[in-house]
């Protein structure tokens, strides 16, 4: 069983910064995939991003290419999502989650089988 939390959280206005990392505790994090989601209101959860196990494969949503950086440290047992040049559009729950496939990094929820409880990401305009 692997336990995910989530931190770096916040609000911060339009144009800045926000740094998200995930710890991973319980299992072998390098056997996994990491993704990190969010969810708006009233909207599907969607990734975001995405790193294969070994961290040589990424996977960016078009909305958030060249702003955002997903990268791991498996000595560490953590992923981390930067986030600059926010927006109003990026406010939501964002989830960290660990997925078993390997040689990819899944962009899809259902190949995610641990979730973080989530942390509130909120861009001020």
């Known amino acids: 069983q692997v336990r995910l939390v989530e931190s770096g959280g916040g609000l911060v206005q339009a144009g800045g910064s926000l740094r998200l990392s995930c710890a991973a505790s319980?299992?072998?994090?390098?056997?996994?995939?990491m993704g990190w989601f969010r969810q708006a209101p009233g909207k599907e959860r969607e990734c975001v991003a995405a790193?294969?196990?070994?961290?040589?494969?990424?996977y960016y949503e078009d909305s958030v290419k060249g702003r955002f950086t997903i990268s791991r440290d498996n000595a560490k047992n953590t992923v981390v999502l930067q986030m600059n040049s926010l927006n109003p559009e990026d406010t939501a729950v964002y989830y960290c989650?660990?997925?078993?496939?390997?040689?990819?990094?899944?962009?899809?929820?259902?190949?995610?089988?641990?979730w973080g409880q989530g942390t509130q990401v909120t861009v001020s305009s």
């Open positions: 790193i294969s196990w070994g961290g040589d494969t990424s």
């Open positions: 319980g299992g072998t994090f390098r056997s996994y995939a």
């Open positions: 989650a660990a997925s078993p496939i390997r040689g990819t990094a899944p962009r899809r929820s259902p190949e995610y089988a641990y």
